[in-house]
């Protein structure tokens, strides 16, 4: 996963990194509802998971 994000942000680098950089501090999350390991979801008014793909 960590080499299709590369090459992802390799083909659109100037969108990906203006996005990036708008996050500023804050952390990203990957929210979904069918897959905990690569995202989280939502439980009441807080995420769990492991959020991976996040912090790839």
Do not use: F, Q
């Not at 952390?27 to 509802?33: D, P, Q």
């Amino acid at each position: 996963m960590r080499w299709v994000l590369r090459m992802k942000r390799e083909a659109n680098a100037a969108s990906i990194d203006a996005a990036l950089a708008a996050t500023g501090e804050r952390a990203i999350v990957e929210v979904s509802t069918r897959d905990p390991w690569w995202g989280v979801r939502p439980d009441g008014d807080r995420y769990r998971g492991a959020n991976v793909l996040g912090r790839l």
